[in-house]
T-cell receptor, first 117, second 113 residues
Framework: DAGVIQSPRHEVTEMGQEVTLRCKPI?????LFWYRQTMMRGLELLIY????????DSGMPEDRFSAKMPNASFSTLKIQPSEPRDSAVYFC???????????????FGDGTRLSIL | QQQVKQSPQSLIVQKGGIPIINCAYE??????FPWYQQFPGKGPALLIA?????SEKKEGRFTISFNKSAKQFSLHIMDSQPGDSATYFC????????????FGQGTTLQVKP
């Protein structure tokens, strides 16, 4: 199994530019999570999807952030316009959780390290 | 009530020592308590998990102790090794169809040779 695949691994861009982060979850997983990790705030859940439908986006910091999951094998997190305070590592995770099967582990990608200059 | 509070923020032990990381929660609806391990440049990975119907779970050198009445759980690493140096996150979730986890703030562990 290839695991959760994120791209790009590193992104450096100037303030004001649009940034798009991509995620391919593990095949067969029905839940997908986007996290942001910083030294100050730790691991923050931004948004999560279940069966391609956004369930809770209350962690999205501002309207500059948006996420989509057009199909079961692809999701994007977009920041427009980007700001220096958006610099962080962004993780995507997926799981095959459903209430009947009980809790299943979340499998994380290796993240995208984003630097906004 | 959705928070999971983790301590300490950082920890340094000598090889062979037994680091202990503690977590506390408020929401009694939580029924699943995993620990994740993260190495630099990598995403967190599931290490071990426990449910509140047991007070202890061991997997190799890693042990979770769970105190339901105190709403606390902790991770013990027996005979710690330099390769255990990583960031550890506790988490909790309640019954749902999505598997959403509430993570603690993380503990950076350094095991000195």
């Amino acid at each position: 199994d290839a695991g959760v695949i994120q791209s790009p691994r590193h992104e450096v861009t100037e303030m004001g530019q649009e940034v798009t982060l991509r995620c391919k979850p593990i095949s067969g997983h029905n839940s997908l999570f986007w996290y942001r990790q910083t030294m100050m705030r730790g691991l923050e859940l931004l948004i999560y999807f279940n069966n391609n439908v956004p369930i809770d986006d209350s962690g999205m910091p501002e309207d500059r952030f948006s996420a989509k999951m057009p199909n079961a094998s692809f999701s994007t997190l977009k920041i427009q316009p980007s700001e220096p305070r958006d610099s962080a590592v962004y993780f995507c995770a997926s799981s095959s959780h459903n209430r009947g099967r009980g809790n299943q582990p979340q499998h994380f990608g290796d993240g995208t390290r984003l630097s906004i200059l | 009530q959705q928070q999971v509070k983790q301590s300490p923020q950082s920890l340094i032990v000598q090889k062979g020592g037994i680091p202990i990381i503690n977590c506390a929660y408020e929401n009694t609806a939580f029924d699943y308590f995993p620990w994740y391990q993260q190495f630099p440049g990598k995403g967190p990975a599931l290490l071990i998990a426990i449910r509140p119907d047991v007070s202890e779970k061991k997997e190799g050198r890693f042990t979770i102790s769970f105190n339901k009445s105190a709403k606390q759980f902790s991770l013990h690493i027996m005979d710690s090794q330099p390769g255990d140096s990583a960031t550890y996150f506790c988490a909790a979730s309640r019954p749902s169809n999505t598997g959403k986890l509430i993570f603690g703030q993380g503990t950076t562990l350094q095991v000195k040779p």
